[in-house]
């Protein structure tokens, strides 16, 4: 067990919806990171949050977004789904500043498996 | 952006075998580290590493950090039928947001 959870395990959902997947870090830990796995893509890097803030920003697309809260857990909201948005979404988090490569290590939750139809 | 070149894609060994896989890019990166993935899980890490020449070991599992920063390998010594899964090298290239930059994981299958 990572520490990292996520919720709900599994969603699905109809094309053109939105949805909210949840996340709360390891006890601790200040950053929290969101990944997309697909089989086409491999695991790649959303979004990164640092004590609330945004951090570091990667391949999201608009229709995505992210927060996260005062009690660190963050959520990343999909809107107008596609079926390409079919994935397994990760969230993970780092503990330490966000500022040193330490931070590097990422412990991650066991994934929302999204499917959209 | 940058890419991550892991290979081989897939490994079929028979148990007690030893296995090495490995992680190459054309970027420098600042840390490697290696994940293993277990169906219906998330990665999990097993080894980080943070210095150039770096060795260390987990375990059956030992990673080093390639000299010229562009690259590493794991090894697991006398495999096991639980070392079954997919193993990702990840890395990071600047200090300021620490997100990973993922090989595409190499699938290690192991016979009894």
């Known amino acids: 067990d990572s520490g990292v959870t996520q919720t709900p395990k599994h969603l699905i959902t109809a094309t053109g919806q939105r949805v909210t997947l949840r996340c709360s870090p390891r006890?601790?830990?200040?950053?929290v990171y969101w990944y997309q796995q697909s089989l086409d893509q491999g695991l790649q890097f959303l979004i990164q949050?640092?004590?609330?803030?945004?951090?570091a920003k990667g391949n999201i697309l608009e229709r995505f977004s992210a927060q996260q809260f005062p009690d660190l857990h963050s959520e990343l909201n999909l809107s107008s789904l596609e079926l390409g948005d079919s994935a397994l979404y990760f969230c993970?988090?780092?503990?330490?500043?966000?500022?040193?490569?330490?931070?590097?290590?990422?412990?991650f939750g066991q994934g929302t498996r999204l499917t959209v139809v | 952006g940058q890419q991550l070149n892991q290979s081989p894609q897939s490994m079929f060994i028979q148990e007690g075998e030893d296995v090495s896989m490995n992680c190459t890019s054309s970027?420098?990166?600042?840390?490697w580290l290696w994940y293993k993935q277990e169906p219906g899980e998330g990665p999990v890490l097993l080894i980080a590493?943070?210095?150039?020449?770096e060795l260390t070991s987990n375990g059956r599992l030992t990673a080093q950090f390639g000299i010229t920063r562009k690259d590493s390998f794991l090894n697991i010594s006398a495999s096991i039928p639980s070392d079954v899964g997919i193993y990702f090298c990840?890395?990071?290239?600047?200090?300021?947001?620490?997100?990973?930059?993922f090989g595409g994981g190499t699938r290690l299958m192991v016979k009894p």
């Open positions: 993970a988090s780092s503990v330490r500043t966000g500022k040193s490569h330490w931070d590097a290590e990422a412990f």
């Open positions: 990840a890395g990071t290239i600047n200090n300021a947001g620490n997100m990973l930059t």
């Open positions: 006890s601790g830990d200040l950053s």
């Open positions: 590493l943070y210095k150039a020449g």
């Open positions: 970027s420098i990166f600042n840390t």
């Open positions: 949050y640092y004590n609330g803030e945004e951090r």
